[in-house]
């Protein structure tokens, strides 16, 4: 079953949503495992598109997305990689395979942040979107490993989201935040197989809220369980 991902872009200014379907046969040539185990991928697929709908699989290399000269993002379609507004196909070697998109972490309810990002928001110097129900839209990528999924995915924030929470400092190795070298996220202990799905639901949204509360004054123990 194809799936079709989905994406806004402004041109010149004007939004415009384009979607696409997933060719998975042009990822084949880019991570070995999505050649010998494509169901990994299609599961994937599926279940982020159930639960994440506006979450889409880019290109990357190391731990940001391979951009389009145009700026936008470059996705398999159409028998190649080609980028999501011009069509130009991609040129050159890829590395890496990462999925894309925001999560709404929940601001309202705190004693002080909601506050102090309401304020940024008030004198501009808001960089996230803050939905008026209290949500701050946090941009997060996830890389798939070498071999996954015997390896855990690599995970980051945008770089927005510490200074946002007035918590800059954490956005690099931190043992209270469990926030590793790079920006990338502390998850797993010990990696367990699991999607990215759950990945998504089940390990990186607890880590946002975790960010939330301890920039909001509370003790971390109280909030990573591990
Ligand atoms: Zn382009």
């Given amino acids: ?10 041109t010149a200014g004007h939004p415009e949503d384009v979607s696409w379907v997933v060719d998975i046969n042009s990822l084949k040539r880019v991570k070995d495992w999505v050649d010998e185990y494509p169901s990994l991928l299609t599961t994937d697929l599926n279940q982020m598109k159930a ?15 391979v951009a389009c000269s145009c700026g936008e993002y470059i996705v398999p379609k159409e028998g190649q990689l080609s980028c999501i507004s011009c069509n130009s196909p991609h040129r050159g070697h890829v590395r890496g395979i990462m999925w894309v998109g925001m999560i709404p972490v929940q601001l309202a309810g705190t004693d002080k942040v909601y506050d102090r990002v309401l304020q940024k928001a008030q004198s501009g110097k808001l960089y ?42 954490a956005n690099s190795t931190s043992h209270s935040h469990h926030m590793l070298s790079g920006g990338k996220m502390c998850l797993f202990d010990s990696w367990q197989v699991m999607t990215i799905r759950d990945v998504l639901r089940n390990r990186i949204l607890p880590h946002a809220l975790a960010q939330v509360r301890i920039a909001d004054g509370k003790r971390p123990r109280d909030w990573f369980t591990r």
Avoid: K
């Fill in 1 to 10: 079953m194809s799936v079709i991902q989905q994406r806004t872009i402004f």
């Fill in 51 to 65: 639960d994440f709908p506006q979450w889409f699989v880019t290109i990357a290399s190391r731990a940001n997305p």
């Fill in 128 to 169: 996230l979107p803050l939905t008026e129900s209290g949500y701050l839209l946090v941009p997060i990528r996830i890389v798939y490993p070498g071999n996954w999924n015997r390896e855990a995915p690599s995970c980051y924030y945008d770089d927005n989201f510490f200074s946002t929470l007035g918590i800059s400092g």
